[in-house]
């Protein structure tokens, strides 16, 4: 994998998938409140649904690559891929419960945990992290145990639902560090089918085991889970991992916080969900600790890594 320094610049294609994709993820956690049917059965239908829209082209335009990463030296690439995807499952077996469990705001809040846990995965892979970060990681971790704190006195639902959104943060981290590593060379359309049905797989076999229903929602469940899977799931998810090719996951993990004021404002219209006074300070930081996670961790000198085949363009 290339060093960050020899990442390719982010360009206004980029800049711009980026920013749709913000938009399109902040209204994820007010879909899953909205709609009336099991959180893992949602979780497991928009994953379903972007492979089924997704492979017919990249298996009519990717063959080859889906050929090269089951031989040789193509299967460490196509190993990230599906262990990416085992993540990407750990994160919505574990986020979206906590979407219908808590309000849209905390469970967003505490999701964009993520880039806190970025950095700890980092520093394991021996990139060194300066003073400021771990700081921002105080704060943060300060911010969380308050905005978890506000739903103390609400219910043990609530509190069950901060950390379930809390350990989905964690996944979501895992995942992006996964998807970095298998983006350098493999193109979006691949990677993310394959992610997408290795998650959709252990998803199926976790509501098959665990009795959740899958088919007979209502009209208005199937419009929601169908404008999950074409926001947050192919808008969303799809072109975030798109910039990972230019973009480091680190950045990518704290530009998704950018879903949290987002999801909030869409909680508060459309569901009526006004965020308790506690959980907004802990929300507020919450946010400025990983922001000063981020931009200190700009300060650490990057480490080369193996340099692996060129990337592809999309």
């Known amino acids: 994998m290339p060093s960050p320094s020899h990442r390719p610049s982010p360009d206004p294609l980029t800049t711009g998938a980026v920013g749709l994709a913000v938009v399109a993820v902040s209204s994820s956690a007010p879909l899953i409140a909205?709609?009336?049917?099991?959180?893992?059965?949602?979780?497991?239908?928009?994953?379903?649904l972007a492979v089924a829209v997704l492979s017919p082209f990249s298996l009519a335009r990717r063959r080859a690559e889906f050929r090269r990463l089951t031989v040789g030296v193509g299967r460490r690439e196509g190993l990230f891929c599906v262990l990416s995807g085992i993540a990407l499952a750990g994160h919505f077996a574990t986020w979206v419960p906590s979407a219908q469990l808590t309000s849209v705001a905390t469970s967003t809040a505490l999701v964009a945990t993520q880039p806190v846990w970025q950095g700890l995965i980092a520093r394991a892979q021996g990139r060194p992290l300066p003073q400021v970060v771990w700081i921002g990681i105080a704060v943060a971790v300060g911010g969380a145990v308050i905005a978890t704190g506000a739903d103390v006195g609400v219910s043990g639902r609530a509190v069950l639902g901060d950390v379930l959104a809390l350990t989905g943060g964690m996944f979501a981290a895992v995942y992006t560090a996964f998807g970095e590593r298998a983006r350098t060379s493999i193109s979006t359309t691949t990677y993310t089918t394959i992610c997408y049905g290795i998650c959709a797989l252990i998803l199926l076999v976790m509501c098959l085991v665990g009795g959740v229903r899958l088919t007979g929602f209502d009209g208005r469940t199937w419009l929601a889970i169908l404008a999950l899977v074409a926001g947050a799931q192919?808008?969303?998810?799809?072109?975030?991992?798109?910039?990972?090719?230019?973009?480091?996951?680190?950045?990518?993990?704290?530009?998704i916080l950018l879903e949290a004021p987002g999801a909030a404002l869409l909680g508060w219209a459309w569901l009526g969900q006004l965020p308790r006074p506690y959980a907004l300070?802990?929300?507020?930081?919450?946010?400025?600790?990983?922001?000063?996670?981020?931009?200190?961790?700009?300060?650490?000198?990057?480490?080369?890594?193996p340099t692996d085949p060129a990337p592809l363009d999309d």
Do not use: C, D, E, Q
Not at 281 to 303: E, H, I, K, Q, S
């Open 281 to 305: 300070l802990g929300m507020a930081l919450l946010l400025v600790g990983v922001t000063v996670v981020v931009l200190g961790g700009r300060r650490a000198a990057p480490t080369a890594l």
């Open 34 to 48: 909205y709609a009336a049917a099991p959180a893992l059965a949602i979780a497991f239908w928009r994953n379903l």
């Open 234 to 255: 192919l808008l969303g998810h799809s072109m975030f991992n798109y910039a990972l090719r230019k973009i480091p996951a680190t950045t990518v993990s704290v530009l």
